[in-house]
């Protein structure tokens, strides 16, 4: 079965600690995204990538980073710098870079910092 | 500033018909996009509007009227499992995603 996975489902992290969020698609897509939702506000982009080896900046990357080494795997690292990291992480890729398409997401990381 | 609206929260009764709406406000607009989010699952595609009209997928419809930056999404014979948020998205000029907040659907019986 074609499809996108997350792991771990739950995440737990002290405060001060890199994370990374593990993000896997065996779809071919070439786009991926990854998206952070926090209650009563819309996915917001964080980071994307249309093809390997190169990714842009969304709207709120600041203290995350991420790589593109293959097309499949697209992880996102939680920097200690991120001044609030706790929220939902919602990982999506996309068959055209282009955005005519609709984007297919995994299930999920629920991080919490404490 | 971009922006999406849609309401909060809806309530409708098992078997009746709901209207969910979306307005919008881009810089640009390249098509506008319809999921289905349950509580703590991902979303999932629902509907793609790029021209006016009524766009039919068997129980959902989604309209879109691009001079007014509106569309609606119909759901029809609305059964219990239909209860999830409803999340609006455009895609601006430069084909980024901009998305509403999304308006949570409660079914009573």
């Known amino acids: 079965d074609g499809g996108i996975t997350q792991s771990p489902k739950y995440l737990f992290r002290k405060e001060g600690q890199n994370v990374t969020l593990s993000c896997e698609q065996n779809l071919n897509h070439d786009a991926m995204y990854w998206y952070r939702q926090d209650p009563g506000q819309g996915l917001r982009l964080i980071y994307y990538s249309q093809i390997v080896n190169d990714f842009q900046k969304g709207d709120i990357a600041e203290g995350y980073s991420v790589s593109r080494e293959k097309k499949e795997s697209f992880p996102l690292t939680v920097t200690s710098a991120q001044k609030n990291p706790t929220a939902f992480y919602l990982c999506?890729?996309?068959?055209?870079?282009?955005?005519?398409?609709?984007?297919?997401f995994g299930p999920g990381t629920r991080l919490t910092v404490t | 500033g971009q922006n999406i609206d849609q309401p909060t929260e809806m309530t409708a009764t098992e078997g009746a018909i709901v209207q969910i709406n979306c307005t919008y406000q881009?810089?640009?607009?390249?098509?506008l996009f319809w999921y289905q989010q349950h509580a703590g699952e991902a979303p999932t595609f629902l509907s793609y509007?790029?021209l006016d009209g009524l766009e039919e997928k068997g129980r959902f419809s989604s309209f879109l009227s691009r001079s007014k930056g509106y569309s609606y999404l119909l759901l029809k014979e609305l059964q219990m499992k239909d209860s999830a948020s409803y999340l609006c998205?455009?895609?601006?000029?430069?084909?980024?995603?901009?998305w509403g907040a999304g308006t949570k659907l409660i079914i009573k019986p």
């Open positions: 999506a890729s996309s068959i055209d870079p282009s955005g005519s398409y609709e984007q297919y």
């Open positions: 881009t810089s640009g607009f390249n098509g």
């Open positions: 998205a455009v895609k601006d000029s430069n084909y980024q995603l901009i």
């Open positions: 509007n790029v």
